[in-house]
């Protein structure tokens, strides 16, 4: 029998949909060792695929490292802005293409992050499959609940996809060739995704994911329920096979059954938002508590990356990368001096006025930096002051604060006992939270015409900030000031028809009035291997 280390082994070539793998591994133990016990199939079929979640590597995991989902997700946005700093964040003009929507299908980035998703679904597949091939070794109860997970876990990731990709190929079988792989329209792979989660969130652990324990990072019955409420908010977009032709579904009139009632895109939404609230969830007292150094003791943050220095590869990078070098050196740690805060996103704060929001501290370091009580002072011997609404142009070389222009993240503490200049850190990477959950269920009662202040407001009387009524325009703002830094804001906008549209120092490109960008392409060198896939409109 041929041998293979299973986590190794199940990696995708480099077009990730070539149904390749690498079957030749240097370090090699029997498939009978693998599967020999009910424990061994479990480690090696549902256990392992967690690793894919956070990553080490460019354009790995969902978050905490670049060129991938997260820095497609934001730094797309009116959010944030990686401005060309002289010689520092030129890089090809990657990150301008990403800030101004001109990215191309030859992108490579975006073929590893193409490659990346593919990779987890494809790991998914093969482990149904040797669950199935070893189901002697379980129970009937155990091999439900294992596949349930499983299952969970390639919904998730069919819900990047769709996001991202819009028109891409389903592939649930661990037999599909290449010349199999179809494409499937956007509503289709929506459909797929949400009825695959409501089949098995009920054989899911009813368990807070996000706490030290057996189920610690795990896909749990409150992790499924959050993605069908943003499967639910996001129905108008993810059901519309046809986005560039300026007509979108509406979501009063798409229906799904749950409990066995028919409800519509924002009632189902609702309903998934109060099965949320059910599973035990609140706000944490303080905002900050969410992404403080061991922060698994959350009664807010629902799914995370699990971090520690001494036990996990996960790295978090963004602190790192956006913090001004002396900043870093303040800590003992390392910097790059790159990501800051948009002109937009500081306004919406009111920074400059005398009504700042609260959490404008929480999410950024501005102003004078000090560092324990003390001021940081760069080489020339002046304090180190960062220039919020410096940030003018996308290159700012040469200009009076070209390396200092810009609010820079904070949000997570500072764990300054990290290693690995600071992205080896014990904060575990928030992915989503309740505060989430409750601007959900707000914004789908807006839209379903009712009111939503009682829920937007709870958010907000946690930041000690005056009621608001929850109008859309509220609930976007109020979405950038809460959600900040979290990965949210390019399908925030999308959902609110802006992000085609002109913000800050970006002015929309050629026939972007189509909303083409609103999913990006599918890579071209993928797009050369496989015949049977189409390339999205406008590119």
Not at 254 to 279: H, M, P, S
Not at 364 to 390: C, E, M
Not at 477 to 490: A, H
Request: hydrophobic residues 35%; negative net charge; charged residues 25%.
């Amino acid at each position: 029998m041929k041998k293979y280390l299973y986590f190794v082994a199940l990696m995708l070539t480099t077009t990730c949909l070539q149904s390749c793998l690498d079957e030749n591994p240097k370090d090699q133990i029997s498939e009978d060792e693998l599967f020999s016990t009910s424990h061994a199939l479990v480690q090696n079929t549902v256990a392992t695929l967690y690793y894919y979640i956070g990553g080490n590597s460019e354009s790995q995991g969902l978050q905490g490292t670049a060129r991938g989902v997260y820095d497609y997700n934001e730094i797309t946005t009116d959010e944030i802005i990686i401005p060309i700093r002289s010689a520092d964040w030129y890089d090809g003009g990657f990150w301008e293409n990403l800030y101004m929507h001109t990215w191309t299908a030859s992108d490579a980035t975006l073929l590893k992050t193409w490659n990346y998703l593919y990779q987890v679904i494809v790991l998914c597949n093969r482990s149904l499959q040797r669950l199935t091939d070893n189901s002697h070794l379980l129970t009937t109860q155990q091999l439900a609940t294992c596949r349930a997970e499983v299952r969970a876990l390639r919904a998730m990731y069919y819900y990047y996809l769709l996001d991202l990709f819009g028109n891409v190929p389903l592939v649930t079988s661990a037999e599909t060739s290449i010349d199999e792989v179809a494409q499937s329209r956007r509503s289709e792979v929506f459909k797929f995704t949400f009825k695959e989660l409501q089949d098995v969130e009920q054989l899911l652990a009813n368990e807070h994911s996000n706490i030290k324990g057996d189920y610690y990072g795990r896909m749990t019955r409150p992790v499924a329920y959050f993605l069908l409420a943003k499967l639910a908010l996001n129905a108008e977009i993810y059901t519309d096979d046809n986005w560039t032709d300026g007509l979108r579904p509406d979501g009063k009139n798409i229906f799904f059954t749950v409990d066995g009632a028919r409800l519509n895109a924002w009632q189902t939404t609702e309903a998934y938002c109060e099965k949320i609230e059910k599973c035990g969830y609140r706000l944490e007292s303080r905002y900050e508590n969410n992404f403080k150094v061991h922060n698994s003791s959350s009664v807010e943050n629902i799914f995370t990356i699990p971090m520690d220095k001494t036990l996990y590869t996960n790295r978090f990078i963004y602190l790192f990368r956006s913090r001004h070098f002396d900043q870093g050196s303040a800590y003992g740690l390392g910097s790059e001096n790159g990501p800051c805060a948009t002109l937009t996103t500081v306004k919406t704060y009111g920074y400059g006025t005398p009504n700042v929001d609260t959490r404008y501290a929480l999410n950024f370091f501005s102003d004078t930096v000090k560092v324990d009580g003390h001021t940081i002072t760069t080489d020339n011997g002046d304090p180190l002051v960062y220039r919020p609404l410096a940030v003018i142009n996308f290159d700012i070389s040469g200009t009076l604060f070209e390396k200092t222009a810009g609010a820079r993240m904070h949000k997570y503490e500072i764990d300054e006992t990290a290693y690995d200049d600071g992205k080896l850190q014990d904060n575990d990477i928030v992915l989503f939270r309740y505060a989430d959950v409750l601007l959900m269920r707000a914004e789908a009662m807006v839209r379903n015409g009712g009111n939503g202040d009682k829920y937007l407001n709870q958010v907000r009387a946690r930041a000690s900030m005056e009621p608001r009524e929850a109008t859309l325009k509220n609930l976007l703002d109020e979405r950038l000031m809460e959600l900040c830094w979290e990965g949210w804001r390019r399908q925030d906008m999308i959902r609110f028809d802006t992000f085609h549209k002109e913000y800050d120092i970006r002015e929309p490109q050629h026939n972007e009035e189509s909303r083409f960008t609103i999913v990006f392409p599918i890579p071209s060198k993928t797009l050369s291997m496989n015949k049977n896939l189409k390339q999205n409109p406008g590119y």
